[in-house]
């Protein structure tokens, strides 16, 4: 009898009334909410306007919804379309199944498409929003807790993740939360990222690739502790060799950038650099500046003007004085 372990929820959703309210999809976007609310802080302390994430984003999330199910689907096909199985499965996202591969690849083309209607070099967007990504990995990751799924080996650990639902050829048990596992591993990348871009000035895109190269470490590992169906090429796991092969070029990117491209942008967006902090053109404060300078010589000038009046007036006075007394 195990004394310690993580329960698993009895069922995924919950009913509001009429209105269903899915674990997974709750998860999904809260962390969506996290990833543009955090974003847009680092945006507006890079220089940006506020606002530009979130407009961004509306490009990008959807993108990288249809990305990630997409690689779901495909490197997991036969959930969806072998013998037995209803292919109109395959649109119901709410029930799991994301490929955060395919979501970043194609929400990363959303994003490029936001940044070129706004006139935004893509590179420091992506750094802007690379920790608020990774929390937002942090959250959804418990989605996979509401629909149980995505666990690792069996285990007799305190933390165990106690699984009891026999859907889809699960066997109730005790196993490694490998949804926990990667979910703290996410804020250890969100930590790391905002700690290198602070101490180095990362830009030009080496932001993100941190993140990237950061995470493909921890899901290699994590990936390697889980037994739920997945393709085999030469004794790993598929989404293990795509960890390996992201990582590298995550790794590449950082050290040809930093040879190419030394520093940060100075400018992240151009029309928030055409405008002060008070919306006035730049210039506008110098010229108000000037203006206050203005006057206050003018000010001067008239004051010393006032003074060598009253010096003159003083003289006559005295002049007058003299000559009265001699008459």
């Avoid at 543009?36 to 490009?59: E, L």
């Avoid at 921890?218 to 889980?226: A, H, K, L, Q, T």
């Avoid at 390996?244 to 040879?259: D, M, P």
Wanted: glycine share 14%; aromatic share 12%; with cysteine.
């Amino acid at each position: 009898m195990e004394l310690a372990y993580i329960p698993s929820p009895s069922r995924g959703v919950l009913y509001l009334g009429p209105i269903p309210l899915r674990g997974y999809a709750f998860c999904i976007i809260l962390g969506v909410f996290v990833a543009v609310w955090y974003g847009n802080k680092r945006w507006i302390a890079r220089g940006g306007r506020s606002g530009t994430v979130a407009d961004i984003a509306v490009w990008a999330v959807p993108f990288g919804l249809v990305g990630g199910r997409l690689y779901h689907v495909i490197t997991d096909y036969q959930l969806y379309f072998s013998e037995g199985r209803d292919w109109v499965d395959a649109f119901k996202i709410w029930e799991g199944g994301l490929g955060i591969w395919g979501a970043i690849a194609f929400g990363a083309v959303g994003a490029w498409i936001g940044c070129r209607r706004r006139g935004i070099p893509l590179p420091a967007y992506a750094d802007a929003v690379a920790p608020g990504i990774a929390l937002a990995q942090a959250i959804g990751r418990w989605g996979n807790w509401f629909n149980q799924e995505l666990y690792g080996r069996e285990t007799d650990l305190p933390w165990a993740l106690h699984i009891t639902s026999t859907a889809d050829g699960r066997v109730p048990g005790y196993y490694h939360p490998t949804f926990l596992y990667e979910s703290l591993w996410c804020i250890g990348v969100a930590v790391l990222v905002i700690w290198a871009d602070r101490r180095f000035s990362l830009g030009h895109g080496r932001a993100f690739a941190l993140y990237v190269a950061s995470y493909c470490a921890g899901r290699f590992w994590i990936e390697y502790m889980r037994v739920d169906d997945a393709h085999h090429i030469l004794g790993l796991r598929l989404n293990n060799w795509t960890a390996l092969l992201v990582f590298l070029l995550a790794v590449a990117y950082i050290v040809v950038s930093a040879r190419k491209r030394p520093g940060r942008e100075t400018v992240v967006e151009p029309d928030a650099a055409a405008l002060d902090g008070d919306g006035k053109p730049d210039g506008g404060d110098e010229a108000e500046d000037g203006d206050e300078a203005g006057e206050a010589a003018g000010g001067e000038k008239a004051d010393g003007e006032g003074a060598s009046g009253e010096a003159r007036s003083e003289a006559v006075e005295d002049e007058l004085g003299s000559a009265t007394k001699k008459t």
